[in-house]
């Protein structure tokens, strides 16, 4: 049975998107995200049977930071990026999410406009889930509830290291960390290092840390040049770990 989505998209105002029932979703993934972590395989079924599947293309956007909403989703498959913009037209990069993560829970918890625009940084794959459903979820199941304030607040954590970082680390010490990061949730293994294929431009990766491209173009130079990485398109080789551990700190 094929269904359609409408999403607010960037490029395609209110283009349908292809909806896919069924459990094409790899259980592995679904166990990634807090909201099905705690739950038994029968009663973590009966809730993918209550969300739907969407997919964006590498560029578009899912919604806008403004617009209203009342739905979760999780990211199944592909990267997404968080981003606000200024009032003077900055951008500034909130974070980059893959298979596992969620975004969009606060509208369900403290209903107000999206804090945030959200884009596909590759073709991707969300779940959904409507407000109505996952509060019927969350009443009486109170470990379901827990992952869900625990996704919270690890984000909390997360903000508050960013603020954190821009106030006591060096640009330097933000690539090395953001690249780290990225390491840790994309990142492959291999003989010769660390292959991490952000998918990020360098403006991207710049929006990301809080600086200007050239800022960050010349502390990626410099981690090159001491055989920290090697640089590649959208993608990066960490060749020394430890070492960019110690500069990130």
């Given at each position: 049975?094929?269904?359609?989505?409408?999403?607010?998209?960037?490029?395609?105002?209110?283009?349908?998107?292809?909806?896919?029932?069924?459990?094409?979703?790899?259980?592995?993934?679904?166990?990634?995200?807090?909201?099905?972590?705690?739950?038994?395989?029968?009663?973590?079924?009966?809730?993918r049977s209550s969300m739907?599947?969407?997919?964006?293309?590498?560029?578009?956007?899912?919604?806008?930071?403004?617009?209203?909403?009342?739905?979760?989703?999780?990211?199944?498959?592909?990267?997404?990026?968080?981003g606000r913009t200024s009032?003077?037209?900055?951008?500034?990069?909130?974070?980059?999410?893959?298979?596992?993560?969620?975004?969009?829970?606060?509208?369900?918890?403290?209903?107000?406009?999206?804090?945030?625009?959200?884009?596909?940084?590759?073709?991707?794959?969300?779940?959904?889930?409507?407000?109505?459903?996952?509060?019927?979820?969350?009443?009486?199941?109170?470990?379901?509830?827990?992952?869900?304030?625990?996704?919270?607040?690890?984000?909390?954590?997360?903000?508050?290291?960013?603020?954190?970082?821009?106030?006591?680390?060096?640009?330097?010490?933000?690539?090395?960390?953001?690249?780290?990061?990225?390491?840790?949730?994309?990142?492959?293994?291999?003989?010769?290092?660390?292959?991490?294929?952000?998918?990020?431009?360098?403006?991207?990766?710049?929006?990301?840390?809080?600086?200007?491209?050239?800022?960050?173009?010349?502390?990626?130079?410099?981690?090159?040049?001491?055989?920290?990485?090697?640089?590649?398109?959208?993608?990066?080789?960490?060749?020394?770990?430890?070492?960019?551990?110690?500069?990130?700190?």
């Open positions: 049975m094929r269904q359609t989505v409408t999403c607010n998209t960037g490029g395609w105002p209110g283009r349908p998107l292809p909806i896919l029932e069924g459990m094409s979703v790899d259980n592995d993934v679904l166990r990634q995200a807090p909201l099905f972590g705690a739950l038994d395989d029968e009663a973590a079924l009966a809730l739907t599947e969407a997919r964006l293309r590498r560029g578009e956007v899912l919604f806008h930071e403004g617009d209203s909403g009342d739905k979760l989703y999780l990211v199944t498959d592909g990267k997404v990026k968080l009032s003077d037209g900055r951008e500034n990069l909130l974070a980059i999410l893959g298979p596992g993560q969620m975004f969009g829970e606060l509208s369900l918890f403290d209903p107000g406009p999206r804090s945030a625009t959200v884009t596909a940084v590759t073709e991707t794959s969300l779940l959904t889930l409507s407000h109505d459903e996952l509060i019927r979820w969350l009443e009486g199941r109170p470990t379901v509830a827990l992952g869900m304030l625990t996704q919270i607040a690890s984000r909390l954590r997360k903000a508050n290291d960013v603020n954190a970082d821009l106030v006591f680390s060096d640009v330097p010490g933000r690539v090395a960390k953001a690249l780290l990061d990225l390491a840790d949730r994309f990142g492959r293994t291999a003989d010769d290092g660390v292959h991490v294929h952000h998918d990020l431009t360098q403006e991207e990766l710049a929006q990301l840390v809080g600086a200007s491209r050239e800022t960050v173009n010349k502390a990626l130079a410099d981690f090159a040049s001491r055989g920290w990485l090697r640089l590649e398109p959208r993608s990066v080789v960490i060749m020394d770990v430890e070492r960019m551990k110690r500069r990130a700190r």
